[in-house]
Nanobody, 121 residues
Framework: QVQVVESGGGLVQAGGSLRLSCAAS????????MGWFRQAPGKQRELVAR??????IYADSVKGRFTISRDDAKNMVYLQMNSLKPEDTAVYYC????????????????WGQGTQVTVSS
């Protein structure tokens, strides 16, 4: 039906960079990328960055270091992460709202499986 897949995570030293990708595929009439989220062990899931037609928002902890972008033609969204810190270590998730056809007005909520980002000191 619909798949959302994150990629690009890995192990990096503090100060390094990673670029995460989120790809959505399947039966998609319309899609809204709601944002990148992350969750570290023992902590609640938090919004990292979000992009809409009109604006972008970032968590205060990543502002100035992370950049979110999108490619609507490919149904993809990206998160460029620079100057990484150990505190950025978490599983990063992509969240989307999807309409699957013109006769179903419901917007379905989809999450990817997550990609692990580990930043060593």
């Amino acid at each position: 039906q619909v798949q959302v897949v994150e990629s690009g995570g890995g192990l990096v030293q503090a100060g390094g960079s990673l670029r995460l990708s989120c790809a959505a595929s399947g039966s998609i009439l319309s899609i809204n990328f709601m944002g990148w989220f992350r969750q570290a062990p023992g902590k609640q899931r938090e919004l990292v960055a979000r992009i809409t037609t009109d604006s972008t928002i970032y968590a205060d902890s990543v502002k100035g270091r992370f950049t979110i972008s999108r490619d609507d033609a490919k149904n993809m969204v990206y998160l460029q992460m620079n100057s990484l810190k150990p505190e950025d270590t978490a599983v990063y998730y992509c969240n989307c709202k999807v309409r699957i056809n013109a006769y179903n007005i419901r917007w379905y909520d989809y999450w990817g499986q997550g990609t692990q980002v580990t930043v060593s000191s």
